[in-house]
């Protein structure tokens, strides 16, 4: 019984180490190793003030001059472009210190490439399990170096519904071919996942495997997708020329 006693307590010791090893990484160790980094936007005007375009958006109502237009069957994507629907798409960014925590993260100079608003509606999942950059049979599909992502999925008056499951580390560990990478969507069982919520963000590397989780509101929901990229890949971007520039000020003015 003693033994017995012993051990458990020796285990607890050793579960409690590796916990506290953890708990003592930094944000660029985690996000070397996890792939992403999940955070909340400060409460303040500026979010009141993303959210309540958003839920403008989500009811239906578009400034004028603006569209949607499909790319993926159950989605619409805000066209012409995000940044010139409002300037809080980027105050967001600069007000919650965005620059320095890609700074901090990634080591990086990254500059925003590309802002996102979609609206998801009920049906299949428009991206099951994949990485936006992978490596099959030799060929490379996607952003090399892999670019950065951000994503606001508001609740925008709705329920607060999973959104995105990632696999932590998985960014770590890809397969030059393609069923074998699949496969390790099925083998391994870790997952986290984001919800909508009114502030919640996630930040992730693109090569991380990550699903979009089936829309299951009738109304559809939105989420923001921020694209950060290194200056040599703008190019790859095309559209919204003047968006990098803009950011680059404001971040230099904070
Ligand atoms: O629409 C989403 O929720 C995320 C889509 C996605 O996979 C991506 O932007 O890389
Ligand atoms: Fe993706």
Redesign the pocket.
């Known amino acids: 019984m003693k033994l017995l006693t012993r051990m458990m307590s020796l285990r607890r010791c050793r579960a409690d180490a590796s916990r506290s090893r953890v708990t003592a990484m930094n944000d660029p160790q985690e996000y070397y190793l996890k792939g992403y980094a999940v955070r909340a936007f400060r409460s303040d005007h500026t979010l009141e003030a993303l959210n309540r375009r958003l839920c403008e958006v989500q009811s239906g109502a578009l400034r004028p001059g603006f569209v949607w237009e499909v790319k993926y069957k159950n989605t619409r994507d805000l066209r012409p472009s995000v940044f010139e629907y409002d300037d809080v798409f980027v105050d967001i960014l600069i007000r919650n210190d965005i620059p320095s925590l890609l700074r901090r993260v990634t080591g990086l100079d990254l500059t925003l490439a590309h802002i996102q608003l979609?609206q998801?509606f009920p049906g299949k999942s428009y991206?099951d399990w994949h990485r936006?950059t992978h490596f099959h049979n030799g060929k490379v599909t996607g952003n090399l170096p892999p670019v950065h992502?951000l994503?606001f999925y508001p609740r925008a008056g709705t329920p607060s519904r999973p959104?995105?499951a990632v696999i932590p580390g998985s960014h770590r560990r890809m397969f030059n071919n393609r069923w074998r990478d699949l496969a390790a969507v099925v083998t391994d069982g870790t997952r986290a996942t984001i919800s909508s919520s009114d502030d919640g963000y996630i930040l992730f590397d693109?090569s991380l495997q990550?699903a979009?989780i089936p829309e299951t509101d009738p109304g559809g929901s939105l989420?923001v997708?921020w694209e950060f990229c290194r200056d040599f890949q703008l190019e790859t971007f095309g559209r919204n020329h003047s968006l990098p520039d803009s950011y680059r000020a404001r971040a230099a003015r904070g």
Do not use: A, P
Request: charged share 40%; aromatic share 0%.
């Open positions: 979609r998801t991206m936006d992502k994503i959104k995105l693109t990550h979009v989420r997708i």
